[in-house]
């Protein structure tokens, strides 16, 4: 990668998905935008969901959940006092 002269926005939705904000960095980029790649994902995900409730009426995707403790973190984190 070479270096850019100039600040430059990078919007990862429609980027090599293996380039890393250090790579990114190094080339000159100053601001990384995920834009909706992270809502796309989780909509993906309840896709998935979705088909496998439907086409084989099981739920093995509840093993990749969240842990509710995680979530509350997470939440209490961003919440104001």
């Known amino acids: 990668m070479s270096s850019i002269s100039k600040p430059f926005n990078h919007v990862m939705g429609f980027a090599d998905p293996t380039l890393t904000a250090s790579q990114l960095s190094a080339a000159g980029v100053k601001r990384i935008s995920v834009g909706g790649a992270m809502s796309r994902y989780a909509l993906a995900a309840f896709l998935n969901c979705a088909r496998e409730m439907k086409d ?3 739920f093995t995707y509840i093993r990749e959940m969240a842990p509710v ?3 509350r973190a997470a939440f209490a ?3 104001p006092p």
């Open 56 to 58: 084989k009426g099981s």
């Open 69 to 71: 403790g995680e979530l």
């Open 77 to 79: 984190a961003v919440t």
